[in-house]
């Protein structure tokens, strides 16, 4: 385990279950002539040995978790094993000698074949063989600008700096792009439903959980891709076209505000080819514990790269999209979604807005009101696991899927009587954001906790101060048209759409949890 | 005196006294809860509505008519209340992960508490109407399987004490309800709490597998709750509400197994009870908590759940599936 990551940190405000109930598959090797039966020993080192082989250990991996009904985000173990700064060192470590080794049987046997001289040409650019390329949200960099006190353009620097001249990345590119076509695809998306309810699902903490308990809540999650997914699947397209590489060759590490990202990336449909679109997330927390154990260093020791801008551009994709310095978008913390939307409405004049404190600072209402003052757009943006049940159980008794109770029947008998709503009632809504954390990605667990003396309150509204300095990408219908443009041809229903889907209960599950019970 | 018998342990009994005539709820692993009066007459037998144990209920105060919460192993709580004659399947709550293990209903009426084996301790609040339930708050402090809450019996103070050893106790501060103190003490499972009856007392009793009952008290308290009005309320509080709680007082040891429920009663009584099936009634006498009565064997040789007061009457829930009533003089 990083010493830096307790249970507390990876606690993105959904527990995980108490156990692990995925049954574990142990591959077995065809046996050998003593039909099935063999001697398993203790070796010196306290292994079990098969017959004097090491016997393969039980491995669960993130796809397995999010294939499971069992626990809500995954075991930590898992998490951060898989996909953690070491093993960002292992993947570069790797690339490395595997790009000495070829050096070296390049000198002994000169390249003769065609096959062999496209290749070359390929490592051309790469002189490690692979191209490990950052991107970083907008989320993160606010956190990083607070932990340490930096400015917004100070942090880009020194990312640069870190990634590109002590690592040998590629080049450092912001999740903007990715998440101004999300935002976009959004709007398109809840303007074809024709008033039928949105909820979005870039959170993945909040998706798993509809996925894993709430099989009637799925049918309204959006279909559209995170700014994550979407930035993964421009970077290998652009790269590997530019650069005649296999996608498989490009290394994209992403830098979130989330553990449950990390989750996401690992989702089995999220592929450029054969390619991960991201092949690691780590989170700003990560970061600066790989910085102290793995560099000996801190954030504000890493020196600021002055000449960035030309430099910068030189090194990203030829067609990548924004040349400029890294952006973000407007409205929440969390990305902006129900702003962008508001936004269009709000672009005919005669329409006004107005804004709904619920009983929480976690819940708000935007109502939309067109010139004869009827509201045209119900939307609401939903923080934090409590208001999530709410919106949850609101929907599941309209859905008729629980159990018939009188509250619930005369619920719906008031509905019929007086159309004038009395309590928040998201059916009638046409686009929800919906994120796990309490005050939104800004909060994630991946960020950087305020020092003992702050309290999270204040961190969290000075932290939001800080994201709203970033300049924003100005993102219209032109823009989409012109970055699908760059993707020539290819699917934008696999760039920008994805889908989700219930996980059935398995039955196993219950003797696993009786094993853990303490009653 | 044998109150109701089903066919599996009683998890829990509650008894109902805002009630004219006191009202009896026993909660059992047989699926079933049963409603009774005082006399053992069975009002009402709830069924078909839980797929696994009973494992708890809790009384309403403050409402019209008698409006009863159930929890369940199957992870959801079911509401009731009494309309018109008829006992109406009013609400069902979903959300926890698992088991729950407690719901308790606070002084006013206005929040219903539950707490789970995921760890979680959820606070429900309920509309005027007394239909409509909005979950305020996820509590997940708690590092093990959390086994019972309990309201201040005048203040929005609520108890929650786990197999971690630990008590919580919880507050609101503007929508939050936050931890205000940890008490530690226990050296295994705290089974059960119950506040001080009297309105102005911030006094808390505990049993626990280590076999000891504790008494805590409130010894200071700062941040967030200071009403005394010198603070303008304009002016944002960001200083963290805290209490100081402490052990006030052992009392006598007086079990040889794990002690699953403490209550303490209108008459200045406290009652304990456990896998030893003895009930033992503790008073104050002028200064110090003396063993008052004991009933060896109540529930013969099974383990007693649960307990209840109903003025000078206790009730008992076991394992040998009966609610039984004591008389209990003080």
């Not at chain 1, 400029?324 to 005919?348: E, F, T, V």
């Not at chain 2, 911030?202 to 009005?229: A, E, F």
């Amino acid at each position: 385990m990083s010493t830096i990551l307790s249970a507390d940190d990876l606690n993105d405000f959904i527990t995980p279950g108490l156990a692990c109930i995925k049954p574990v598959e142990v591959l077995n090797p065809v046996s050998g002539p003593n039909n099935g039966s063999a001697e398993i020993t203790i070796g010196s080192d306290g292994a079990p040995l098969e017959e004097g082989q090491a016997l393969p250990q039980a491995q669960i991996s993130l796809q397995d978790c999010l294939a499971c009904s069992g626990c809500i985000t995954s075991a930590e173990a898992v998490l951060v094993e898989l996909q953690s700064p070491k093993e960002l060192l292992k993947q570069l470590e790797l690339a490395k000698e595997a790009s000495k080794k070829s050096n070296n049987a390049d000198v002994m046997n000169p390249p003769v074949q065609a096959a062999d001289r496209v290749d070359k040409l390929k490592r051309h650019h790469s002189p490690h063989g692979m191209e490990f390329v950052l991107s970083v949200c907008p989320q993160t960099r606010a956190s990083l600008a607070q932990g340490f006190n930096l400015s917004i353009p100070e942090v880009d620097q020194k990312l640069e700096s870190f990634f590109v001249e002590t690592l040998g990345f590629r080049c450092v590119v912001g999740t903007e792009i990715g998440r101004s076509l999300s935002l976009e695809e959004s709007w398109r998306e809840t303007n074809s439903k024709q008033g039928q309810l949105t909820l979005s699902s870039i959170c993945p903490g909040w998706t798993l959980y509809a996925e894993k308990t709430h099989k009637e809540i799925i049918q309204y999650l959006s279909t559209v891709r995170s700014p994550q997914q979407i930035t993964g699947h421009l970077l290998k397209h652009l790269l590997s076209e530019e650069l005649s590489i296999c996608p498989k060759t490009i290394y994209h590490v992403s830098l979130m505000p989330c553990f449950d990202k990390k989750l996401e990336s690992a989702r089995p449909e999220f592929m450029y080819d054969d390619a991960r679109e991201v092949d690691l997330v780590i989170t700003a927390k990560e970061f600066i514990d790989m910085l102290q154990s793995q560099f000996d260093t801190n954030f504000t020791s890493i020196g600021n790269k002055n000449q960035v801008s030309n430099d910068r551009i030189s090194r990203l994709p030829k067609l990548w999209p924004s040349a400029q310095d890294m952006l973000s978008n407007d409205g929440s913390g969390s990305g902006g979604y129900l702003a962008y939307i508001l936004a269009k409405y709000l672009k005919d004049s005669t329409n006004s807005l107005e804004v709904v404190t619920g009983k929480n600072n976690d819940f708000i209402e935007y109502h939309i009101r067109n010139a004869n003052m009827e509201t045209i757009f119900k939307g609401a943006q939903v923080n934090g696991f409590r208001n999530i049940q709410n919106i949850v159980r609101k929907l599941k008794l309209k859905s008729g899927n629980s159990k018939s109770t009188t509250a619930a029947r005369r619920a719906q008998v008031r509905s019929v009587r007086s159309k004038q709503a009395q309590n928040f009632d998201v059916s009638d809504h046409q686009y929800v954001e919906v994120m796990a954390c309490p005050g939104g990605c800004l909060n994630g667990g991946g960020q950087i906790n305020p020092p003992a003396d702050v309290p999270l309150k204040q961190w969290i509204s000075d932290l939001e101060k800080k994201y709203q300095q970033i300049p924003n990408l100005d993102v219209n219908s032109d823009l989409y048209d012109k970055y699908l443009g760059l993707m020539k041809g290819m699917s934008t229903e696999k760039l920008l759409r994805t889908q989700y889907k219930y996980i059935e209960v398995d039955d196993s599950s219950v003797s696993a949890i009786s094993v853990g019970t303490q009653w | 005196m044998n109150l109701v018998q089903h066919e599996k342990p009683v998890w829990q009994v509650s008894v109902n006294n805002y009630t004219q005539v006191p009202l009896i709820c026993s909660a059992s692993a047989d699926k079933t809860a049963k409603i009774v009066d005082i006399s053992g007459k069975i009002l009402k037998n709830i069924e078909g509505v839980h797929d696994k144990s009973i494992r708890t209920a809790s009384w309403r105060p403050n409402a019209a008519n008698p409006v009863l919460a159930l929890g369940s192993f199957d992870s959801t709580i079911s509401i009731f209340a009494l309309e018109s004659g008829n006992w109406e399947f009013l609400a069902q709550l979903e959300g926890p992960d698992n088991e729950i293990k407690r719901v308790s209903w606070s002084a006013s009426g206005t929040y219903l508490a539950t707490c789970s084996r995921d760890k979680t301790v959820w606070i429900w609040e309920i509309d005027e109407d007394g239909e409509d339930f909005e979950c305020v708050a996820v509590l997940q402090e708690h590092s093990q399987d959390v086994k019972h809450v309990a309201w201040h019996p005048k203040e929005e103070l609520l108890a929650s004490c786990s197999y971690d050893n630990t008590i919580r106790l919880w507050r609101q501060d503007d929508d939050e309800w936050l931890c205000v103190s940890i008490l530690e003490g226990h050296d295994s499972t705290v089974w059960g709490c119950d506040f001080d009856p009297e309105a102005d007392s911030m006094r808390l009793v505990s049993c626990s597998d280590d076999l000891t009952v504790k008494i805590w008290s409130m010894v200071s308290r700062n941040g967030g709750y200071d009403n005394s009005g010198e603070r303008l309320p304009s002016v944002a509080r960001w200083d963290v509400a805290s209490e100081e709680w402490e052990v006030e007082k052992v009392l006598p040891i007086a079990h040889e197994g794990t002690i699953y429920a403490v209550k303490w009663g209108p008459n200045g009584l406290i009652a304990s009870a456990g896998a030893d099936g003895r009930i033992v009634i503790y008073n104050r006498d002028t200064s110090d908590w003396k063993v008052h009565k004991v009933i060896e064997n109540a529930h013969g040789v099974y383990e007693i759940n649960s307990l209840d007061w109903s003025e000078d009457k206790l009730v008992s829930g076991g394992d040998d599936g009966s609610a039984k009533i004591w008389n209990v003089s003080s």
